[in-house]
């Protein structure tokens, strides 16, 4: 059996296409698409990690650029909302009701200022919003390591993923128990 299964084994490594001598050069004619290069990245080649709202809980979605986006472009992109595909997927976002102003960054802290919102008393998920900030400004790398808030440029205290208020800096830790696992 076992001289049957070695000579099977012989047979078949002698089939198959046989290797040249010497290296050689395939032409450009054998290249697909007409080039060596690699395929241009339509999305472009940086990486923007976006919160969005999925069920309740946040979820991180990954989005590419033409160039990398500042903090102040990345709270822009949290405030336009998904894209059609993200919202396809079930993805919403909290900050609907949130009237954001600018975003600034000194030494690693961003502000960012929140305005009154449109319609006092008006029912918001403020935790889930003031969380997709706080964990999209904090997950990009090194440029932002807190998140405070204002209003007329007075710290402002915001909610915590706990529901307990804070006037301090806040990271990603802060709402980790509202990060879809």
Do not use: H
């Not at 990486?47 to 102040?72: I, M, N, Q, S, W």
Request: include cysteine.
């Amino acid at each position: 059996m076992r001289r049957l299964l070695l000579l099977a084994v012989v047979v078949l490594a002698g089939c198959g296409v046989p290797a040249d001598k010497a290296p050689r050069d395939l032409g450009r004619s054998q290249v697909a698409y007409g080039s060596d290069a690699p395929a241009p990245d339509r999305f472009g080649p940086a990486v923007e990690r976006l919160y969005l709202v999925d069920d309740g809980k946040l979820v991180r979605v990954v989005r590419r650029a033409a160039a990398p986006r500042t903090p102040a472009q990345m709270v822009q992109d949290l405030v336009a909302g998904p894209t059609r595909a993200e919202q396809q997927d079930g993805l919403t976002s909290a900050l609907a009701q949130m009237r954001v102003g600018s975003t600034t960054v000194t030494q690693r802290r961003a502000a960012v200022e929140i305005g009154a919102p449109p319609v006092p008393g008006a029912r918001s998920d403020e935790a889930l919003a003031y969380a997709q900030i706080v964990c999209t400004l904090t997950s990009q790398g090194a440029e932002v390591g807190t998140v405070s808030f204002t209003r007329d440029g007075q710290i402002l205290a915001v909610p915590r993923g706990d529901g307990s208020l804070s006037t301090g800096p806040l990271t990603i830790a802060d709402y980790a128990e509202l990060i879809k696992s």
